[in-house]
Nanobody
């Protein structure tokens, strides 16, 4: 059974940085896709960034150039480096995983999800 545990959330002022981590356990092999999503209060969940085993990356327009997704295969850990944070980045951030490589990784319904970590950016 795959388990995903996020960490690294917190409160930061506008312009600051945070690095989120997502530790994966129970997964086998390295041929899988992982992604970060977020849900802001009163809004739909949205895809933020995705990384597959190619490796290739996909970023949502609002975060491109500010966020970087990466993965440490040896540690089975996914990261999201978030720089130049804005108040509109405030949300609960979730990581997701599948063994399938989706065509639209930021719109795909992943089968495995973490519990989320809160990121709050104040102006």
């Amino acid at each position: 059974q795959v388990q995903l545990v996020e960490s690294g959330g917190g409160s930061v002022q506008s312009g600051g940085s945070l690095r989120l981590s997502c530790a994966a356990s129970g997964s086998s092999g390295s041929t899988y896709s992982m992604a970060w999503f977020r849900r802001a209060p009163g809004k739909e969940r949205e895809g933020v960034a995705a990384l597959d085993s190619a490796p290739s990356t996909t970023y949502a327009d609002p975060v491109r150039g500010r966020f970087t997704i990466s993965r440490d295969n040896a540690e089975n850990t996914l990261y999201l480096q978030m720089n130049s944070l804005k108040p509109e980045d405030t949300a609960v951030y979730y990581c997701a995983l599948d063994y399938y490589r989706p065509l639209k990784p930021l719109e795909y319904e992943y089968p495995y999800w973490g519990q989320g970590t809160q990121v709050t950016v104040s102006s």
